[in-house]
């Protein structure tokens, strides 16, 4: 069975994992502003653990449709002193960044995933992975940048697109000499994806999974739940109210072979997960 070898961890994979989401931002689609200072950021990993976080995912620039780019020095601000703390607390700390130079810092605190929604496609980014002998990495698809990809999103099948593009960065990457057990993929819901093209990498989720690779999704509280749910008379449900869709969501995209959740509400996944797993290894 698969494990995704990490900086200090060697995370057994025979067990879907929840990767719980802490946002150490003002603006965050979601749940911007609730922890964007060190100290609430910090207790917000604690209340993750307790609730049954397997990984934690601390991220320090949005990512939303239409989000600002975050000048350097303020997202190293964000983010290092929350990551500085989070490496003591027992678990595998990933970091969602982009940038080089934050990812440089923060595997120098010993953090354990990389995880890139540009797939490591900014100068740089790629050799530091490469440069380090054992972090984990996780390599997300997206169509275009956050500024446009809503604006224009793909067009046509995207689940071969998505495909072809995580297998050729995957390959580069390997290529550099990084191992395949250290990287895993994401389909990357909503970016750059219209509503239909989202659910078809779930409904066809096993054609993404033929790459060989773990493959991590995140589909909670994002507009395209909102867009299953809205009744044709009423307004879409705000991100905070979107929480039982991302939990169906979640728990599919483990029935369909996803061995990784990135989720804002761990405890509600973790339940749902313990009862699909109460009937997967038991009947
Ligand atoms: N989604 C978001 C951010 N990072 N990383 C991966 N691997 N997969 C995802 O689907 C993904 C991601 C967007 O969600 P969130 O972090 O809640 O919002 P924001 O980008 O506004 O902070």
């Excluded at 209340?47 to 991220?59: M, N, P, S």
């Amino acid at each position: 069975m698969s494990c995704w070898k990490t900086t200090r961890y060697e995370i057994d994979l025979a067990r879907p994992r929840v990767m719980g989401i802490v946002n150490v931002t003002p603006d965050s689609f979601s749940d911007g502003g609730r922890h964007a200072d060190a100290a609430s950021a910090l207790r917000h990993c604690e209340q993750l653990l307790r609730e049954g976080a397997d990984i934690l995912d601390i991220g320090g620039e949005s990512t939303r449709p239409g989000s600002p780019a975050v000048p350097l020095h303020e997202e190293l601000a964000r983010v290092l002193p929350v990551v500085r703390e989070a490496v003591g607390l027992n678990v595998p700390v990933s970091v969602d960044t982009a940038k080089p130079e934050v990812m440089a810092a923060v595997l120098d605190l010993g953090a354990d995933i990389l995880n890139d929604v540009w797939a490591l496609r900014r100068p740089g980014a790629a050799e530091v992975v490469a440069g380090h002998p054992a972090c984990g990495v996780c390599l997300m698809h997206m169509h275009r940048d956050p500024q446009t990809m809503q604006a224009a999103p793909m067009a046509g099948d995207a689940v071969p697109q998505v495909l072809l593009f995580l297998e050729q960065a995957a390959q580069a990457l390997q290529a550099r000499g990084v191992h395949r057990s250290r990287i895993v993929l994401d389909p990357g819901i909503g970016f750059g994806k219209t509503v239909a093209q989202n659910f078809a990498l779930l409904a066809r989720q096993d054609e993404l999974l033929a790459a060989g690779y773990p493959l991590l999704v995140g589909w909670s509280r994002k507009s395209s739940i909102g867009a299953a749910v809205q009744g044709s008379a009423t307004a879409p449900p705000p991100p905070e109210a979107r929480v039982a869709g991302s939990v169906a969501a979640a728990l599919m995209a483990v029935e369909r072979g996803a061995r990784i959740v990135r989720v804002h509400d761990v405890r509600e996944t973790v339940q749902a997960l313990a009862v699909w797993r109460q009937v997967r290894e038991n009947y």
